[in-house]
């Protein structure tokens, strides 16, 4: 079952990643719009200027290059890494390879969407010379899912910490609250759910900012927004899924937790008392 869900999100993510950076330069073609120093100008261009009065053939070269790394890797992140890290551990939450996969996979797509938020603040930078791009809310929400992702961890390992004393608690005096999920715990996963949808949707905005910018062409726009659309949201939806099935579940998974301790604790006391009953039984006299 692992093995084919896995193969299932990788089909996904290399649909997504293959069809959604169609940025490329001269998706139209118009006059001379096919020079690959520019991001890509709409018919308009070919006259020299764009809608917003740019000459798109003043863009360099890297930034399209930029362009494109930047809807890679912050597609990478949002639409597979981060999902499939949360799904991982939703398979066996009590599997210690599990919970190490799940933090190796988000550390990863983390350090993959600095890079990309990194690039997207260059690139809002350098648009902004033409067209206010920091009014558009893709940026602006790219910079709050860096800010808010950057210490999601925290609450992660404060949570990992409480669940950890009380399970040791528990298994040493018998006594104190049972190992289960806290306030950090509750604010950790809502907190990543959160931001896994909103990541996701913000690439959406991303494709339509594009759109909307005297450097894109609309059919290029459209291609990616397509691809990206599949891609992601069915990456999403198996996220969605697998997460509503979890918490479903979940108090049953907790009443048999809670029947299997019951059942080791009167094995254990069973098993003490006769050994207490054996040490203590009366010794037969001996024979001559």
Not at 97 to 105: E, N, S, T
Not at 161 to 171: D, E, F, P, Q, S
């Amino acid at each position: 079952m692992q093995r084919l869900l896995f193969s299932v999100v990788l089909s996904v993510f290399f649909a997504s990643v293959i069809a959604s950076p169609q940025y490329e330069s001269g998706g139209d073609g118009g006059g001379d719009s096919g020079d690959p120093t520019s991001f890509s100008s709409d018919s308009q261009s070919g006259s020299g200027s764009s809608s917003g009065g740019t000459d798109s053939s003043s863009i360099p070269t890297s930034g399209n290059q930029v362009l494109i790394a930047h809807a890679v890797l912050a597609t990478v992140a949002w639409a597979f890494f981060f999902p499939m890290g949360a799904i991982m551990l939703r398979l066996n939450i009590k599997s210690p390879i599990m919970l190490k996969l799940h933090i190796y996979f988000q550390m990863f797509a983390y350090l993959i969407y600095v890079a990309a938020a990194g690039m997207g603040i260059w690139l809002t930078i350098y648009i902004s010379r033409y067209y206010d791009s920091w009014a558009d809310p893709h940026p602006m929400i790219g910079l709050v899912l860096l800010i808010v992702a950057t210490i999601q961890p925290l609450s992660g390992w404060i949570h990992h910490r409480i669940y950890h004393k009380r399970a040791v608690t528990l298994a040493t005096t018998n006594r104190g609250p049972r190992p289960g999920r806290t306030m950090w715990g509750r604010a950790h996963l809502w907190l990543g759910r959160g931001l896994i949808t909103l990541g996701i949707v913000n690439g959406g905005l991303g494709i339509k900012m594009l759109e909307d910018s005297p450097f894109q062409a609309r059919s290029v726009t459209r291609n990616a927004a397509i691809g990206y659309g599949v891609g992601a949201g069915v990456m999403w939806c198996i996220y969605v899924f697998i997460t509503v099935v979890w918490e479903w579940t979940r108090p049953a998974r907790k009443r048999q937790q809670l029947n299997d301790n019951s059942e080791s604790r009167r094995s254990a006391k069973s098993q003490s008392s006769s050994e207490g009953s054996l040490t203590n039984e009366p010794k037969s006299p001996a024979r001559g």
